[in-house]
């Protein structure tokens, strides 16, 4: 090849990299907003619960929120059929206007309703609807994003690729725990429980038009256009089906990502005041640290699934999470304190990035390109609302029960079993329908 032709493919393919960088912030923006909004519910349930949910029981107050928590994965299957299906008709670009527009009108709700003391038991209720408008909206989300990073991904380097929208996640995990970390600086305990929790909800508002802009920009995949028929409702249902079973193992293959993200971020700050009763402000640093080192691993935990293959990363981090988590949790309990609360939110942080960095881009290959939105959000939203969803109520529940301030190791390592169960059965599948097929 001549200079000139090499000066031109090299200025090309710089090109294409600049499109590829600016498709992944317009894509992923709003799939930051919308964790942003469900992170910060975590990081303040303490005080929202106070405000909405008053009791004379702590504890009964502290449910109470963590269940409307829950409700919001409970909405998200319905998200993944409805609008997942949807994507899947009309395409990612306009799907994921729609699912961005539902999940500020949540975000809103949440941010402007009255106190129980103000509007009464109206107030609850306006939370609660706004919970379910944001899990409707999340259950189609992850999936729609998840899959336009998929289809723009160069060969060789999907897992690399679909990395970067957990990795957005991790983003609005720093921004909410910084903020949060310096609301309890600069603010006492009364003004939070009175006003102070809602300005970053009130943030999060605030940047809804940018993210309105950025996601008119997006240009739709080029897999989406070569789909000459896109399903209809009957053929969707039809296919998924014909297909439970991928789905259902994809459920659990989720429940190991899920369950671990939320232990590792949005149960922290409660874990490590209400339980191991460390300061907030310690607590929302480890989240922060977790936060930076999530972003880390994950692009890592792709990229080690496009080198060495899904199933090898999956089976390695589920069998180490799956011995180590209860002792991880016991040595925390032990004795509380700051160092060892990051140590062990650091290792886990470790198998969540690697893990769901091979678990995203391994689900999605699994799934059949024509329901590839919808089929993804559905396994991945029951097991978000079925394991992850409950994490923090489940976890709350074991301790109060038990006394064992280590019982969430317990159901992490059950999710784990999970997740290994999955890639066990979901790659002896395919090895099986590989070799009908040859």
């Not at 896109?230 to 297909?243: C, I, S, V």
């Not at 509380?336 to 881009?361: C, E, K, T």
């Not at 038990?402 to 159901?411: I, L, M, Q, S, V």
Request: hydrophobic letters at 50%; a neutral charge; charged letters at 10%.
């Amino acid at each position: 090849m001549d200079p000139e032709s090499q000066e031109k493919n090299a200025e090309e393919s710089g090109y294409a990299r600049q499109s590829r960088v600016r498709a992944i912030l317009r894509v992923t923006s709003g799939n930051f907003l919308e964790q942003f909004d469900f992170f910060l519910f975590g990081f303040f349930a303490v005080n929202i619960s106070r405000t909405f949910f008053p009791s004379g029981s702590e504890f009964a107050s502290l449910m109470l929120t963590l269940s409307v928590f829950g409700a919001g994965f409970l909405m998200r299957p319905l998200g993944a059929v409805v609008l997942g299906g949807y994507i899947d008709e009309v395409g990612r670009r306009r799907g994921l206007i729609v699912t961005l527009s539902i999940m500020a009108c949540g975000t809103g709700l949440i941010a402007l309703v009255p106190s129980y003391a103000n509007l009464g038991v109206l107030a609850p209720i306006l939370v609660v609807v706004g919970r379910l408008l944001q899990g409707f909206s999340a259950g189609a989300e992850m999936g729609g994003v998840s899959v336009y990073l998929a289809e723009m991904s160069p060969p060789g380097r999907r897992g690399l690729y679909t990395a970067w929208q957990s990795a957005s996640q991790q983003v609005s995990i720093v921004l909410a725990a910084a903020l949060g970390y310096g609301l309890h600086h600069w603010l006492s305990p009364q003004e939070i429980d009175e006003w102070g929790w809602r300005i970053p909800f009130l943030i999060g508002c605030s940047i809804i038009p940018c993210i309105f802009m950025l996601r008119r920009n997006l240009e739709e995949t080029t897999a989406f256009h070569a789909c000459k028929h896109p399903p209809d409702t009957r053929e969707l249902f039809a296919t998924l089906r014909a297909h439970w079973t991928t789905v259902f193992y994809g459920m659990l293959l989720g429940a190991m990502t899920t369950v671990t993200f939320n232990l590792i971020t949005v149960y922290t700050p409660t874990f490590g005041r209400t339980v191991l009763n460390l300061s907030a402000t310690d607590s929302l640093l480890v989240t922060l640290c977790i936060g930076v080192s999530n972003f880390l691993w994950l692009p890592i935990g792709g990229a080690l699934s496009d080198r060495i293959g899904r199933q090898a990363v999956l089976m390695t981090v589920a069998t180490l999470a799956l011995a180590s988590a209860y002792p991880a949790f016991a040595w925390l309990a032990d004795s509380p304190s700051l160092p060892r609360l990051l140590g062990v939110q650091l290792l886990f942080s470790v198998y969540y990035g690697l893990y769901n960095g091979a678990m995203i881009p391994a689900l999605i290959e699994l799934i059949p390109s024509r329901i590839r939105v919808t089929g993804f959000s559905l396994a991945f939203s029951l097991a978000a609302a079925l394991f992850g969803g409950v994490t923090l109520a489940m976890s709350t529940f074991l301790i109060n029960e038990t006394g064992d301030r280590a019982a969430p190791g317990y159901w992490m390592s059950f999710a784990a079993g999970c997740g290994l169960v999955a890639t066990l059965m979901l790659y002896r599948k395919k090895s099986s329908a590989h070799a009908l097929t040859t």
